[in-house]
């Protein structure tokens, strides 16, 4: 549906940025932070939000705060690591000075997640911090995506029986939400948790309904998940050929898209 009005959304920021009303500049790109994030246009809504930034520096921390929780989910996903942890501090301070807790869970949420890359025991306290604001606020979607975050976490400590059941929780969520993407987290956490298991044509299947799901919503981002585990399994498959195929293509994607992570 965004795709069909993107020109508009380009002209109205345009707009607000020849006006220099920052607010309407934060307010749009936050609006569509899902979009950006899933479809590859993660440089260009940056660009719009420093665009934001240099216009009114100093605006009320409340029209900035989803356009900042934007800036910090769209940073995880170009995977520059100072810039993703400043964009993730900012939002929260930003989030604590609008009083606003739900913005203030998720930033904590994104850098507590972040850190468990390479330190888990730093990054869940975070996460654990973020999802208790995010419960308070009832913004039960976020407090279901840390319980994913939990679940990766476990599965980079090698307890990949654990991250099932952290991501089975999630299902009430899901079934009331029917939001397709925390579906599509909670199957992309659940596919390396199933590869470490051994379990491989349970994650085949898995990667394969995860991409189906993906078609029209996601290009980039959650994806690599899904074709990494499939490369993995094709290479220890006796198949580096194929496995080789899949990967240039997909990171060809995520190269043009900036999608680092």
Not at 71 to 81: D, E
Request: hydrophobic share 50%.
């Amino acid at each position: 549906e965004v795709d069909r009005h993107l020109l508009d959304v380009r002209a109205a920021l345009r707009h607000a940025d020849e006006r220099r009303d920052a607010a309407a500049m934060w307010s749009i790109v936050g609006s569509l932070a899902t979009y950006f994030w899933y479809q590859g246009h993660l440089t260009e809504a940056l660009d719009w939000l420093a665009r934001a930034e240099a216009n009114d520096p100093g605006l009320d921390p409340a029209l900035q705060v989803t356009g900042r929780t934007a800036a910090a989910l769209l940073s995880t996903s170009v995977g520059v690591h100072e810039a993703l942890v400043a964009a993730c501090e900012t939002a929260r301070d930003v989030a604590r000075a609008a009083g606003d807790r739900a913005h203030e869970g998720r930033a904590l949420i994104l850098l507590g997640a972040h850190q468990t890359f390479g330190d888990v025991a730093g990054g869940r306290p975070l996460i654990a911090a973020g999802r208790a604001l995010c419960a308070e606020a009832g913004d039960d979607l976020w407090a279901a995506w840390a319980d994913c975050s939990e679940g990766l976490a476990s599965v980079f400590e090698g307890r990949p029986a654990t991250a099932i059941a952290q991501l089975d929780s999630t299902e009430v969520t899901l079934v009331r939400s029917r939001s397709l993407r925390l579906r599509l987290d909670v199957d992309s956490r659940r596919v390396c948790a199933q590869f470490q298991l051994g379990a491989f044509a349970e994650a085949r299947t898995t990667a394969a309904t995860g991409l189906a799901r993906a078609e029209g919503f996601a290009a980039i981002n959650i994806v690599a998940t899904f074709h990494g585990v499939t490369a993995w399994i094709d290479a220890l498959s006796g198949h580096p050929d194929r496995a080789q195929a899949a990967m240039r293509t997909a990171i060809g994607a995520y190269v043009r898209d900036g999608e680092l992570q």
